[in-house]
Every structure is written in structure tokens, then in C-alpha cells.
């Protein structure tokens, strides 16, 4: 076989470098917000037509080795079966939980933590003159209801940021608390249609009730000019020397406005990472040695403050299988104290203002 000489094969031989050359990929989260339609006129047809968005997105991100945490609201349980719930998790995704709160401008779910009547007022000065949805019970009720989706689940966003008494108990792994998770802006809150908000560099930790939680953060991608903006992050951080020490995460809903957007940040994401190896689930990341922790005080049920301590890694006890053997304990510790035994297996349209309903 002749080999060509020359301009011609310098240029191709150049091309290979530099298509063999694209940076990697940093770890990566993928959520998806599947939101409550409770109180609103059009659910009927709302909730079907998100419902068939979200298998489309699942199927997707199955087509290029990717998981995603499929945040879901009480009422999906009318619509998804069993057997959606088995398939998704065989797939490697996470079955996590979605609450909107009195306080959400869009829609509540009908669910609260928050003493009723003081609720109820919450939810009439969110709404001004527009009328209250129906209650339909406390955050035990909110669980009894995600548990007869999965009896597993430990992670979501419960739009805990103005109020952390929306967060039930069983929720350890949560992603809205409001605050930043890189250290340029430690302690400080960020709003999720910032791309920089998708930097997590640490993980939150904060005692409420009496129960450890720990939070990751998440940027939002609703509209074109966020999806490139995240984007842009997305691959300034893949290029950057710290790569290997963040988390990428992102939140998208299911619904028609969201869904090519959707589509273009997996293509970039499978473009970097074209075998999944750096996709996780939230409860992965928090049951990995990727991130350190970074202790925090609860001042209130609004506001939380960072301790002045040193890094460390000591996530929640739990009891995971870990490459086919039961751990339980704090399952890792960045100085090296204690270590993980392997990788973690987690088998784990508007109202006035369609973008109401999101976050």
C-alpha cells in the first residue's frame, strides 16, 4: 500500500491529533424535574404528554451509557408502572423525589412540613388572589406516596430553598438548598439559571432535624440561552487542570420546551464522554470519594453558614451494595482513613407562565 506524502497527509495526520486530543470529560450529574400538575386545569393532558417526554429523555441518555436521576413528583405514580420503575433502574438511573412547596410561584403539590395554617397563608401570599390548591397531606403522606414508586429513595429537590421545612426525613441527598457548591463563592447563595451554579466542587453538609444532610448543586436548563451558557461551562471546566476534582451538574424538566435542549447538552456531554464512564447518579456521588465535604450550620430554617473546619469526608451512614458486598458505616474519608471497597451500584403547559412550574 502506497502512503501519501506531503501537505495533504500532514493535514490528516494534524486531524487525528487533534480529534484524539478533545479534553475529558469532568464527573457529571443529569437530573430530571418531573413536576407536579396538582390544582392545575390542563393536567390531564400535561402530565400524559411530560410523562412520554421523560421516556424519551430516558432512552437517550440509555442510547450513550448515561444515568440520570429521575426526580419524580407523588402524582407520577398514576402514570409510570412498575415496570417502568424496574427498567429505569436496571439501566443504572436513580429514582429520586421532586416536592414544590408552598412557596413555589408555579404550582404546589398539595404537600407541606410546615404547620397548615401557617401554609396556608404561605400559599395565599405566594399566589395573591389566585386560588389555593387542595391539601393533600403532610411530608409523610408526600413519602408513603414516592415509596409506592420506589422504597429507595433518598435524593431530590424538594424547593427547600426559602423554607427548609419542606424536606422530609427520609431525603439525605438532597440538591436545592440554594447555596453554591464551588469554593469561589463558599457560602454564598446562587441562583440555578447561573451555569456556574452547575460547579460542584464540595459537598454541603448540614444537620437539620436531627438528621445529617448532604447537598450537591445543580444549574438549570430551561431556555436556549441557558443550555448554551452551561454548555460553555461545561466545556471550559473539561478543559481546566482541576477537572477530575468537580462535578458537573445540571437539572432539566420534562416538558416540550426542554426537551431539544435536553437533547443538545447529552450530545456535548457524549461527545467528551462517549462511554458513560464519568456519568453518576446523585446517591454515587455522595457515596464516592470523588468530592470533600464542607461543614455547614443550620442559623435557621432559611439559612445556613459555613463551619470554620477543615475539609473532610463523612457522609451519612448507609448501607449500600458495593461490587456485590453489603457496607455499612461512613462509607469514605478523604484523608484515606477509610476507604470505599469499589464502585457503588445504586439501582437505585403552564400556568400563567409555563416557567412557573419549573424549578
Same mark, same amino acid.
Not at 412498575?82 to 438511573?93: F, P
Not at 464516592?288 to 450550620?297: A, H
Given at each position: 500500500m502506497k502512503i501519501k506524502t506531503g501537505a495533504s497527509f500532514?493535514?490528516?495526520?494534524?486531524l487525528l491529533v487533534w480529534s484524539g486530543s478533545r479534553a475529558a470529560s469532568p464527573y457529571y450529574f443529569i437530573a430530571i424535574h418531573n413536576e407536579p400538575y396538582h390544582g392545575h386545569p390542563a393536567a390531564a393532558e400535561l402530565l400524559p404528554e411530560a410523562v412520554s417526554i421523560l421516556k424519551e429523555m430516558v432512552a437517550k441518555a440509555d442510547g450513550y451509557h448515561i444515568k440520570l436521576t429521575i426526580m419524580l413528583s407523588p402524582e407520577w405514580d398514576q402514570h409510570l408502572t $412498575?415496570?417502568?420503575? @424496574? $427498567?429505569?433502574?436496571? @439501566?443504572?438511573?436513580e429514582i429520586a423525589s421532586h416536592h414544590h412547596s408552598v412557596y413555589h410561584p408555579g404550582g404546589w403539590d398539595g404537600y407541606t412540613g410546615i404547620p397548615l395554617e401557617e401554609a396556608l397563608q404561605i400559599r395565599e401570599s405566594t399566589l395573591r388572589g389566585r386560588p389555593v390548591e387542595e391539601t393533600l397531606g403532610d411530608l409523610s403522606d408526600y413519602m408513603a406516596r414516592l415509596f409506592d414508586l420506589d422504597a429507595g429513595v433518598v435524593s431530590g429537590c424538594l424547593n427547600e430553598e426559602p423554607d427548609k421545612r419542606e424536606m422530609p426525613d427520609e431525603i439525605i441527598y438532597p440538591t436545592c438548598s440554594g447555596y453554591s457548591n464551588a469554593y469561589k463563592t463558599i457560602g454564598q447563595k446562587v441562583n440555578d439559571m447561573d451555569s456556574q451554579k452547575a460547579i460542584n466542587e464540595f459537598i454541603v453538609q448540614a444537620d437539620l432535624n436531627g438528621i445529617t444532610r448532604n447537598w450537591l448543586a445543580h444549574a438549570q436548563i430551561i431556555d436556549t440561552s441557558q443550555v448554551l451558557a452551561v454548555m460553555e461551562t461545561f466545556k471550559t471546566v473539561a478543559a481546566s487542570e482541576s477537572t477530575e476534582k468537580v462535578v458537573f451538574g445540571t437539572v432539566n424538566h420534562s416538558a416540550p420546551r426542554e426537551?431539544?435542549?435536553?437533547?443538545d447538552y447529552l450530545d456535548l456531554v457524549h461527545s467528551y464522554d462517549s462511554t458513560g464512564a464519568k456519568s453518576r447518579t446523585i446517591s454515587e456521588i455522595m457515596n464516592?470519594?470523588?468530592?470533600?465535604?464542607?461543614?455547614?450550620?443550620m442559623k435557621d430554617n432559611r439559612e445556613m453558614e459555613r463551619k470554620v473546619t477543615s475539609i473532610r469526608r463523612s457522609i451519612n451512614k448507609v448501607s449500600r451494595c458495593y461490587l456485590g458486598a453489603p457496607i455499612s458505616g461512613n462509607v469514605t474519608n478523604i484523608l484515606g482513613q477509610q476507604g470505599t471497597k469499589?464502585?457503588?451500584?445504586?439501582?437505585?403547559n403552564e400556568l400563567p407562565g409555563e416557567k412557573e412550574l419549573r424549578n
Open positions: 500532514l493535514c490528516v495526520l494534524l $412498575a415496570e417502568d420503575i @424496574s $427498567a429505569w433502574k436496571l @439501566s443504572g438511573h426537551h431539544q435542549n435536553f437533547n464516592s470519594n470523588i468530592l470533600p465535604v464542607e461543614g455547614f450550620v469499589g464502585t457503588q451500584i445504586i439501582f437505585g
